[in-house]
């Protein structure tokens, strides 16, 4: 079974970056990796997404231009980066895997089978 670990998370200021990493049990080639984040209180939703095949990326409109995600698969990682944070984008921040690439776009939870623990971001002064 895929297992998935992430770390980078930390309390930053607004304005600040962090680069959040995924790191899996085995190799990632055949797997689309998304980015999700949950705040209390909020569901969890979709943050990024980036395919096996070509390494396309797709981006929630709240973060396009300001996060974002690449792989290594020599290295089994898959990383955000996160520019220009803001006081909404702290959150629990979690990475999941998905053998379907053609869903990679819809960054729905249900597409994603296997997640991570989660690693927590804030951004306050």
């Known amino acids: 079974q895929l297992q998935l670990v992430e770390s980078g998370g930390a309390l930053v200021q607004p304005g600040g970056s962090l680069r959040l990493a995924c790191t899996a049990s085995?190799?990632?080639?055949?797997?689309?990796i998304g980015w999700f984040r949950q705040a209390p209180g909020k569901e969890r939703e979709g943050v990024s997404c980036i395919t096996s095949a070509d390494a396309n990326t797709y981006y929630a409109d709240s973060v396009k231009g300001r996060f974002t995600t690449s792989r290594d698969n020599a290295k089994n990682t898959v990383y955000l980066q996160m520019n220009g944070l803001k006081a909404e984008d702290t959150a629990g921040y979690y990475c999941a895997a998905t053998i379907r690439d053609e869903r990679c776009t819809d960054l729905l939870v249900k597409t994603f089978a296997s997640w991570g623990q989660g690693t927590q971001v804030t951004v306050s002064s």
């Open positions: 085995r190799s990632l080639n055949v797997f689309a």
